[in-house]
């Protein structure tokens, strides 16, 4: 028998995580919005229930639901990203063989626990659910791909209580001749078109098909999926996060903006972020590209969407020298005349700080810089985001998202502790 | 005392006013060993002390009276571990009709009542129509006594 994977899943994670720390929640249709308030990222089986679809833009959402039930979150992060760090913590218990996949799913290794996977699995589950208030779902197959349709299987049939198995082959088929290609984890919409053009219509015959006529047609990656179906596994658990390869900081903005000084704040913004997540990861930056965006759903607003990249002569970590770099690099773009709806910085050329190396026009971070940023860092780990930062960034920041209806930061921060009576 | 590696480089020219000097902790073989080197330990943390459960422990913030029989008073903080299993007795966090609330859980057979430590509030019975979870058990109450 191969070894068994487990997909972790926590059920409606973010609208669990509302619920946890407040009660009134419990019972009622509850949305989260994106970033901004722009559209449902994640819904509570009640929602779902009133056919609000995930990705739903909430200004037409909040037309069409007329009930005084739903309520409706914006994103919060700090309370999800720590309410993931305590699942993953509890998982962790249950199998040294953790792969992180998401803020809200692991696999699991489960070699060993072969003749009693259903016992450990709803500890598992008990476990979680107990420690952390938030319920999770499991799927349990021979490779990913397959514990990935086993989560899916458990998640949709009330009567699997909340794990499904499919070590046999004989589930295996019934549970995939329930679902649609597009149901399979990897499968985009344009494949699964594609594949239904060629005859292959459902998952069952997907999986009969030749691997290698397949990969003519597909590619590797999609020989792989069908081998993965019958039960091969082709991918590994992950269990080290591969080094970063680029760091990304980019945000719409809460109004449009138009001046160059309100754009540079806010990228300085963005910029003192990244620069501070290159820190932690230990990282310096060769490479800075920086982009705008006008709001391309507004197709009536003249729309440009520049971006353009420089590299730095020596690789830093310095935020005063990425945010030289970078407004440099937002004058060239700027154009006045747009209204401006996003902004962004990706530093690329990642390289560990400790291997960067002098070049006759620039040195290397200086210790004494890198120790002046470290004190920031560890200032505005202690006493919040902000507490010290450059003045580039703004201290009014009209351009900040929205996010009107989002909950206090339960657990990470002291002013924000709910109450009991 | 050795070069350093910034006065090797010939293309430095920032002027430096300050000079680090590593200090290092005891690899010197001249003179005497501190005598405390043997005995050296991590200061006190009172993680270890509040924290048995890292992913299971809350904290929450004392709001009412009906718990100063026990030296739980409002503005507390009370450390709150989901880990445990409540038992007859137990000081905690409950849900009762859709607010937070600390009290003492008592059990009598099938019977389940919330108790204040506070005469001047009354038990509280459980009954079936009553919106009742156990959130967890309450293991700490800290309180800052000002300056």
Known sequence: ??????????????????????????????????????????????????????????????????????????????????????????????????????????????????????????????????????????????????????????????????????????????????????????????????????????????????????????????????LELRGIPCHGLELAPPPKQSICVSRSFGRPVTTLSELSEALSAYIERAAEKLRRNGLAAGYVTVFLHTNRFRPEEPQYSPSAGLALPVATADTASLLRSGNEILRVLYKPGFRYKKAGIILLDLIPQAETQGALWGSPDTPERQSLLSAIDTINRRHGRRTVQFAASGVQRGWQMRSDQKSPNYTTSWSALIAAG | MPPTPETKAPLLCEARKHQRVPVYQCPVPAGFPSPAEDYLDRPLDFNELLIAHPAATFAVRVSGESMIGLGIFPGDIAVIDRALTAQNGSVILAVLEGAFTIKILRRKGERVWLEAANPAYKPVEINEASQFEIWGVVRHAIRMLGA
């Open chain 1, 1 to 226: 028998m191969s070894t068994p994977i487990a997909l972790v899943d926590c059920n409606n994670f973010y609208a669990s995580c509302e619920r946890v720390f407040d009660p009134r929640l419990r019972g009622k249709p509850i949305v989260v919005l994106s970033n901004n308030d722009g559209c449902v990222i994640a819904r509570s089986n009640e929602a779902k229930a009133l056919g609000i679809a995930m990705g739903e833009p909430w200004h037409l959402c909040k037309e069409r639901i007329k009930t005084r039930e739903l309520i409706v979150r914006s994103s919060n992060y700090t309370l999800y990203g720590d309410m993931s760090a305590r699942v993953m913590e509890v998982l962790s218990h249950f199998t040294p063989l953790l792969e992180v996949y998401s803020i809200d799913e692991a696999f699991l290794g489960l070699a060993g626990f072969e003749n009693r996977l259903e016992g450990h699995t709803q500890s598992l589950r008990a476990k979680t659910q107990q420690w952390t208030g938030i319920p999770v779902s499991v799927g349990i197959g021979p490779t990913k791909t397959l514990a990935k349709v086993a989560n899916r299987t458990a998640k949709k049939t009330p009567a699997c209580n909340g794990l499904c198995i499919l070590m046999e082959q004989e589930a295996q088929t019934k549970a995939l001749a329930a679902i649609e290609l597009e149901d399979i984890w990897g499968i985009a919409r344009r494949t699964a078109e594609k594949l239904k053009a060629l005859g292959i219509r459902d998952p069952l015959q997907l999986r009969q098909s030749d691997p290698k006529v397949i990969r003519r047609s597909f590619g590797v990656v999609l020989e792989r999926l069908v």
